[in-house]
């Protein structure tokens, strides 16, 4: 699950939000405004998108890098 992945990151600092990034007082308030259990979600386009980046980043780095799968989001 995309937005489970993206707490356990931040809760571990494995995903960390630098102060200098574009819109990151915007971010941190979705990140914030996020609530796992209710869809009825709003402005919350920012943390999907590092939500999503995230999750392509953790499986990158648990399949081996021999090409399997390669050109394939899994």
């Not at 939000?17 to 979705?30: M, Q, R, S, V, W």
């Not at 920012?46 to 799968?69: D, F, K």
């Amino acid at each position: 699950d995309l937005l489970n992945t993206l707490k356990v990151l931040l809760e571990n600092n494995t995903l960390q939000i630098p102060a200098g990034l574009a819109h990151t007082k915007e971010l941190i308030d979705e990140l914030k405004g996020l609530n796992l259990t209710n869809s009825q979600r709003t402005h919350d386009d920012l943390a999907i998108a590092v939500s999503l980046a995230a999750y392509r980043a953790r499986i990158q780095m648990t399949q081996p890098p021999n090409g399997i799968n390669k050109g394939r989001i899994v």
